[in-house]
């Protein structure tokens, strides 16, 4: 159960109404759905920023009674068209972590282009690239999971590379599925938005326990390299690609983060987070519409219990261990 000093911090990634296969299945969450969450959770929390929060965690300041925060993961382009204007009407501040190589759909995002032909009828073609690939069978049901737990970068732009030369070229993904992420202009026209602020989700979203440290570094550094050039010179938080502690990450992620001056590494599998939460550990709740199926008040009601998984509490110990031990 959520005590009430902690500090709570949600999770969201698309708030978009069209019908888009990319985002099938993914946690979308509709708008108006959205709006009505928002309303509730203004009414029984006191809303902050995710600056203010973590200088609360970390002592520099007192907090509000009922404090919660509001971030975004991915940089989706339903964040500035639908997203930030219901927050807006409310005075409700939110950070969005991008990817930043995806910005104005430079870059495809794997997953999203895995989805997009698992749904498109090509789940089995999919299945069997991914399977000459990682050289074991990937079920035809479990794909995105399967990738997600067994996750190789090589092997990922491989497959990424055959499905845009055989399956649907990339010109036509893009026409079929529209914008999916925020654009420079986007960017540019919220940087004056005192109620939003942006941090770094890595160039590419890969799961960073398949990465090898250079590419770990790799991931971070560029994703700060393009912060400093189009948002900001401060140094901004890091949000980890699906975020489960030794699943998706481990300290490497962390020491390498750190390394590079990063002053917050924010999780996503669950809890709150009381003063003195290490900066390079910050926990977050995942919202997804499955969540808000069943009601504003069952979904309050979820949140205010939501403790940390029983399984990380002996992963977090072990992380502050070797974080510790690398100093």
């Known amino acids: 159960m959520i005590m009430s000093n902690e500090y709570l911090i949600l999770l969201f990634h698309s708030i978009d109404d069209r019908s888009v296969l990319s985002l099938r299945d993914l946690g979308n969450i509709l708008p108006g759905v959205f709006?009505?969450?928002?309303?509730?959770?203004?009414?029984?929390?006191?809303?902050?920023?995710?600056?203010?929060?973590?200088?609360?965690?970390?002592?520099?300041?007192?907090?509000?009674?009922?404090p919660l925060a509001i971030t975004f993961d991915d940089g989706s382009r339903s964040y500035v068209s639908s997203a930030v204007p219901v927050m807006e009407s409310h005075g409700i501040p939110s950070t969005c972590f991008l990817i930043t190589d995806c910005v104005d759909d430079r870059a495809i995002y794997w997953r999203y282009l895995y989805n997009y032909c698992a749904h498109a009828g090509w789940a089995r073609e999919l299945e069997g690239l991914i399977t000459e690939?990682?050289?074991?069978?990937?079920?035809?049901?479990?794909?995105?999971?399967?990738?997600?737990?067994?996750?190789?970068?090589?092997?990922?732009?491989?497959?990424?590379?055959?499905?845009?030369?055989?399956?649907?070229?990339?010109?036509?993904?893009?026409?079929?599925?529209?914008?999916?992420?925020?654009?420079?202009?986007?960017?540019?026209?919220?940087?004056?938005?005192?109620?939003?602020?942006?941090?770094?989700h890595t160039r590419s979203h890969p799961v960073m326990t398949g990465l090898t440290d250079e590419e770990i570094g790799d991931e971070i550094s560029g994703s700060l390299d393009f912060y400093g050039r189009w948002i900001g010179d401060d140094v901004p938080m890091f949000s980890v690609p699906f975020g489960r502690l030794y699943m998706d990450y481990d300290e490497r992620t962390v020491n390498i983060a750190r390394e590079l001056s990063v002053p917050f590494v924010l999780s996503a599998y669950g809890g709150g987070n009381g003063v003195g939460q290490p900066p390079f550990n910050v926990r977050r709740i995942p919202v997804d519409g499955r969540m808000l199926e069943a009601g504003t008040e069952n979904f309050l009601s979820v949140i205010k219990e939501a403790a940390v998984p029983p399984e990380y509490?002996?992963?977090?110990?072990?992380?502050?261990?070797?974080?510790?031990?690398?100093?």
């Not at 992963?315 to 974080?323: N, P």
């Open 35 to 66: 709006e009505k969450t928002v309303v509730a959770l203004k009414k029984e929390f006191d809303i902050i920023s995710l600056e203010d929060t973590v200088r609360c965690i970390s002592g520099g300041t007192r907090g509000p009674a009922r």
């Open 313 to 327: 509490l002996g992963r977090e110990e072990r992380l502050k261990e070797r974080i510790s031990g690398s100093q």
């Open 133 to 200: 690939e990682y050289e074991v069978p990937a079920a035809e049901g479990g794909i995105i999971r399967f990738t997600r737990n067994n996750f190789s970068k090589k092997r990922t732009e491989r497959i990424v590379e055959r499905i845009l030369g055989h399956m649907i070229a990339g010109e036509e993904y893009r026409e079929r599925e529209g914008r999916l992420f925020l654009s420079f202009q986007d960017i540019e026209s919220m940087k004056g938005n005192p109620l939003v602020s942006f941090g770094i």
